[in-house]
Structures are given as structure tokens and as C-alpha cells.
């Protein structure tokens, strides 16, 4: 489909004597980068590409069929395009690697965001890891289960329902919808939809969306903006807004060698300068006072906390019971939480209605333990359970939710893993075994021989 003739006026004018570089590059096959999970031993890709700005990115040189890929399913990696990993760099450069901080993803779905910002962080962090959109919310869910971590929340509410919440946030990332120009040689139907009154109707929405971010940063706190796109509208002429309430803008250091364009309102990554595809990024730090409120919040009725002479069940589970509180609901369904972060948890639980909080890791069921395929991805669980290392082909028929039976497999509750990276559970019994993958999550395609 040929590109809008508005957009490409606009191009050439913005580009100047870059331009004819800029539409042969869109001419070119988008590249494949994937990033690996650091909390997931991951053996594969070892003779990838490296991406410059994130030590976990990697360009692959071919894009596989990742839904036949074990280690995608075990979480090993997020497949990610590499511009918008220099996220990662931003919050490097204006809080710190390893930082344990309170952060809104307030346009989270599908996750890969999410994911990047729970390795960034300290363990001792709180994510939320917000979608409005409510359709959006089981695959951002899945990826958030996939990675692991045991300190995110998920919600699905409008950014103005997060009113209650103002100035509690370290860090709060919109990375806004947008009229996606910059995935235009990945997404046909992108150019078809783009008009510039599209253009006009994404800019409007990105700043009510930033008007309600803007106030949910604590003083001194940081919001991170970004877009797929390249036009000011939407990208420079915003920032420069949110620079006239109440916040600086934060310069980066980017070496020039990675070709990011630096402009006076943020910076952006051109397809013929850096490796990836369109996208525009920028930090402000909040100068306004915004003081973190006091909130009271409550366990929810209809929870019951498990006493700690109760939680002995767990601990052939889960490695560090002691760290944990956990709690049961009514329908038996056992929930997990770090209990450094307790308060976090119950304070999203008591002011968003539409929330998901805690890690749901089994059900009891007459004082027996059956685990979820949540806890089976956990980094939570503890290593010294019995495993079934699969081949490739088993690995496949076993997320196909086919069941599996070999003569010395060890009988009992037993994880399925590919390259030692769990998949989920089977229970092996005398003559065949039971296969707990979720429905949902099966392999449904043909395998291929």
C-alpha cells in the first residue's frame, strides 16, 4: 500500500537530505530483535547480534516461528522491537539500575514494557501494569506470568481513575497510542488508517492521557513518554506541554553511534539511522510539590490470610516461603505476595475495582496443594522439585496439551521443562500422566515435522 502523500510531504521537510535514505530503508524488511529474560537461564541465541543499548536485546537474523519455540512459551525471551528497548537507557540515566521504586505502566498491554521494567528495577520494586482497553487484558497478563516476577500488579481502568493515587508514583511510563507511523514497513494496514486528522485525534487523546499521568508522579519522580511515531504532534509538541507543568526535561546521554536523533523536545529513532523501527521517546522530572498521600488500605473482605503455621504446605513449592504472605479466596484459590510489598498490593486493591493483585499460585483443595501454571513460570519456585527435561518434539506435543507418559518418570507432581526452563506441570501417575497446561494456552497450529 503506498504511503499517504501528506506523510511523506511532511517527511521530506522534516529529513531534508536524509530523506531518500529514510524511504529505502522502509523499502527493507523490519529486523527481528528479541530480549532475554535475565531472570530465566536462557542457553539459546548465544551467537545473536547484541543491541548496543540493552545487554539482554538481540537481533536474530531471520524471524523463527516463535509459537514453536519452548523457550519462548517458558518465558525465556520477549520479542521486542530494539527501538523501543532504549527505554531501558532512559531509566538508567534518571533513577538508576536496580532501584526499588513504585511504577505505573498506565498503557501497559501487551507487556513488553512491563517485562523490560521488571528487569531494570530492584526485586524490592512495585509495578503496575495498567490497560484500558479490557480485551487487552489476558495477554498482558500471560506476558507478565510468563516473566515471572511476583511484584506486579494488573488493572484495567481509565488513567483518571487513578485519581486517588496522585503523587505516588517514582515512575510512571505512558507509552501513548499513537497513529503509529513508525511501524508503517511492519503494519500495512497502519498506512491505511493514518490520516491527518488521525494525527490530530491521537494528539489530543496523548495529552489527556498525560494530563492524568502528570499528576500520579511524586515530586522529584520521573514520567517517561514514548511513541511509535515521528510527527511533533504527537511526540515533541507534548513534551513540551508537560515541560510547562511542572516538570524538566531530562537530557540523555546517547552515543552517537547509535544513531537516535536528538531533538530539542526528546529523542527519535529513524529506520535509516538506528536499527529498529520509528519511535520517539523522552523523561521528565516532576519539580512541582506532590506529596505521596496516606491511604488506608484494607485486605479485601472475602480473602482469608493463611496463618504461618498453616504455610508448611508451601514450602516444598516455593523457595523462600518466608518472604511471602499468602492468602486464600473463597473458591480455595491460593494468592502469594512479597511480603515487603504487602501494602502496595493492598492499596491498588482498595482504590482501582478492576485489579488483579498478588500472584495466584494454586488452589487448596482437602488440605492438598494443586499448583497453577502461574507458579510453574514463578522465578518463586523452588528449584529442587522434580523435573522432566523434554526434547524439543516432546516439548511441543506437551504445549499442545497432549499427555505424555514415560516408565521412569518420577510419579507425582512433576514440571515439564525445555533446556532445564519449566513449561508447566504434569502428574505422573502408574501408566499415564495428566497434562495441566491452561486450555488457553496450548499450541494450536500444526507442528512441523
Given at each position: 500500500?503506498?504511503?499517504?502523500?501528506?506523510?511523506?510531504?511532511?517527511?521530506?521537510?522534516?529529513?531534508?537530505?536524509?530523506?531518500?535514505?529514510?524511504?529505502?530503508?522502509?523499502?527493507?524488511?523490519?529486523?527481528?530483535?528479541?530480549?532475554?529474560?535475565?531472570?530465566?537461564?536462557?542457553?539459546?541465541?548465544?551467537?545473536?547480534?547484541?543491541?548496543?543499548?540493552?545487554?539482554?536485546?538481540?537481533?536474530?537474523?531471520?524471524?523463527?516461528?516463535?509459537?514453536?519455540?519452548?523457550?519462548?512459551?517458558?518465558?525465556?525471551?520477549?520479542?521486542?522491537?530494539?527501538?523501543?528497548?532504549?527505554?531501558?537507557?532512559?531509566?538508567?540515566?534518571?533513577?538508576?539500575?536496580?532501584?526499588?521504586?513504585?511504577?505505573?505502566?498506565?498503557?501497559?498491554?501487551?507487556?513488553?514494557?512491563?517485562?523490560?521494567?521488571l528487569s531494570a528495577?530492584?526485586?524490592?520494586?512495585?509495578?503496575?501494569?495498567?490497560?484500558?482497553?479490557?480485551?487487552?487484558?489476558?495477554?498482558?497478563?500471560?506476558?507478565?506470568?510468563?516473566?515471572?516476577?511476583?511484584?506486579?500488579?494488573?488493572?484495567?481502568?481509565?488513567?483518571?481513575?487513578?485519581?486517588?493515587?496522585?503523587?505516588?508514583?517514582?515512575?510512571?511510563?505512558?507509552?501513548?497510542?499513537?497513529?503509529?507511523?513508525?511501524?508503517?514497513?511492519?503494519?500495512?494496514?497502519?498506512?491505511?488508517?493514518?490520516?491527518?486528522?488521525?494525527?490530530?485525534?491521537?494528539?489530543?487523546?496523548?495529552?489527556?492521557?498525560?494530563?492524568?499521568?502528570?499528576?500520579?508522579?511524586?515530586?522529584?519522580?520521573?514520567?517517561?513518554?514514548?511513541?511509535?511515531?515521528?510527527?511533533?504532534?504527537?511526540?515533541?509538541?507534548?513534551?513540551?506541554?508537560?515541560?510547562?507543568?511542572?516538570?524538566?526535561?531530562?537530557?540523555?546521554?546517547?552515543?552517537?553511534?547509535?544513531?537516535?536523533?536528538?531533538?530539542?523536545?526528546?529523542?527519535?529513532?529513524?529506520?535509516?539511522?538506528?536499527?529498529?523501527?520509528?519511535?520517539?521517546?523522552?523523561?521528565?522530572?516532576?519539580?512541582?510539590?506532590?506529596?505521596?498521600?496516606?491511604?488506608?488500605?484494607?485486605?479485601?473482605?472475602?480473602?482469608?490470610?493463611?496463618?504461618?503455621?498453616?504455610?508448611?504446605?508451601?514450602?516444598?513449592?516455593?523457595?523462600?516461603?518466608?518472604?511471602?504472605?499468602?492468602?486464600?479466596?473463597?473458591?480455595?484459590?491460593?494468592?502469594?505476595?512479597?511480603?515487603?510489598?504487602?501494602?502496595?498490593?493492598?492499596?491498588?486493591?482498595?482504590?482501582?475495582?478492576k485489579r488483579s493483585?498478588?500472584?495466584?499460585?494454586?488452589?487448596?483443595?482437602?488440605?492438598?496443594?494443586?499448583?497453577?501454571?502461574?507458579?510453574?513460570?514463578?522465578?518463586?519456585?523452588?528449584?529442587?522439585?522434580?523435573?522432566?527435561?523434554?526434547?524439543?518434539?516432546?516439548?511441543?506435543h506437551f504445549l499442545?496439551?497432549?499427555?505424555?507418559?514415560?516408565?521412569?518418570?518420577?510419579?507425582?507432581?512433576?514440571?515439564?521443562?525445555?533446556?532445564?526452563?519449566?513449561?508447566?506441570?504434569?502428574?505422573?501417575?502408574?501408566?499415564?500422566?495428566?497434562?495441566?497446561?491452561?486450555?488457553?494456552?496450548?499450541?494450536?497450529?500444526?507442528?512441523?515435522?
Amino acid at each position: 500500500m503506498p504511503l499517504p502523500t501528506p506523510f511523506l510531504d511532511r517527511m521530506k521537510s522534516d529529513l531534508g537530505s536524509e530523506y531518500p535514505d529514510f524511504l529505502a530503508a522502509l523499502e527493507q524488511p523490519a529486523p527481528v530483535s528479541i530480549r532475554l529474560n535475565p531472570s530465566k537461564k536462557v542457553n539459546a541465541f548465544g551467537n545473536a547480534e547484541p543491541i548496543p543499548w540493552h545487554p539482554d536485546g538481540r537481533y536474530l537474523s531471520e524471524r523463527p516461528v516463535f509459537t514453536l519455540d519452548p523457550v519462548f512459551h517458558a518465558g525465556g525471551y520477549y520479542v521486542q522491537e530494539a527501538s523501543s528497548m532504549l527505554i531501558r537507557e532512559a531509566v538508567r540515566q534518571t533513577v538508576g539500575l536496580g532501584q526499588n521504586l513504585g511504577v505505573l505502566d498506565l498503557c501497559a498491554a501487551p507487556g513488553g514494557k512491563s517485562t523490560l521494567l521488571l528487569s531494570a528495577l530492584g526485586e524490592g520494586s512495585f509495578l503496575v501494569s495498567n490497560e484500558v482497553i479490557q480485551s487487552r487484558i489476558s495477554p498482558l497478563k500471560m506476558n507478565l506470568e510468563k516473566w515471572g516476577h511476583s511484584n506486579a500488579a494488573v488493572s484495567n481502568h481509565d488513567p483518571e481513575d487513578f485519581a486517588k493515587l496522585a503523587g505516588y508514583f517514582d515512575v510512571v511510563l505512558v507509552d501513548a497510542p499513537c497513529s503509529g507511523e513508525g511501524l508503517f514497513r511492519k503494519d500495512e494496514d497502519a498506512a491505511g488508517h493514518w490520516s491527518e486528522a488521525a494525527v490530530e485525534l491521537c494528539a489530543a487523546r496523548q495529552r489527556r492521557i498525560l494530563s492524568a499521568a502528570a499528576d500520579l508522579v511524586q515530586a522529584g519522580g520521573v514520567l517517561l513518554y514514548s511513541t511509535c511515531t515521528f510527527n511533533a504532534f504527537e511526540n515533541e509538541n507534548n513534551v513540551q506541554w508537560l515541560s510547562e507543568q511542572g516538570f524538566d526535561f531530562e537530557k540523555l546521554d546517547l552515543p552517537t553511534e547509535w544513531g537516535v536523533a536528538e531533538k530539542k523536545w526528546g529523542y527519535q529513532c529513524y529506520p535509516h539511522r538506528v536499527r529498529g523501527e520509528g519511535f520517539f521517546f523522552a523523561a521528565l522530572r516532576k519539580t512541582a510539590e506532590a506529596n505521596r498521600p496516606f491511604i488506608k488500605n484494607y485486605v479485601p473482605k472475602e480473602w482469608q490470610r493463611i496463618p504461618f503455621r498453616q504455610q508448611d504446605v508451601f514450602a516444598d513449592w516455593i523457595s523462600e516461603v518466608a518472604d511471602y504472605e499468602f492468602f486464600t479466596k473463597p473458591e480455595g484459590t491460593v494468592v502469594a505476595m512479597p511480603k515487603a510489598l504487602e501494602e502496595s498490593f493492598f492499596t491498588i486493591g482498595t482504590l482501582l475495582k478492576k485489579r488483579s493483585i498478588g500472584m495466584e499460585i494454586g488452589e487448596l483443595k482437602n488440605r492438598s496443594f494443586i499448583p497453577s501454571h502461574t507458579l510453574a513460570l514463578a522465578n518463586l519456585l523452588n528449584p529442587a522439585l522434580p523435573k522432566v527435561n523434554m526434547t524439543k518434539d516432546q516439548a511441543l506435543h506437551f504445549l499442545k496439551k497432549e499427555n505424555l507418559w514415560e516408565a521412569d518418570w518420577q510419579r507425582g507432581w512433576t514440571l515439564a521443562t525445555f533446556e532445564n526452563l519449566p513449561l508447566g506441570w504434569m502428574k505422573i501417575m502408574e501408566n499415564r500422566s495428566n497434562n495441566y497446561l491452561p486450555t488457553n494456552w496450548r499450541i494450536r497450529m500444526d507442528l512441523q515435522p
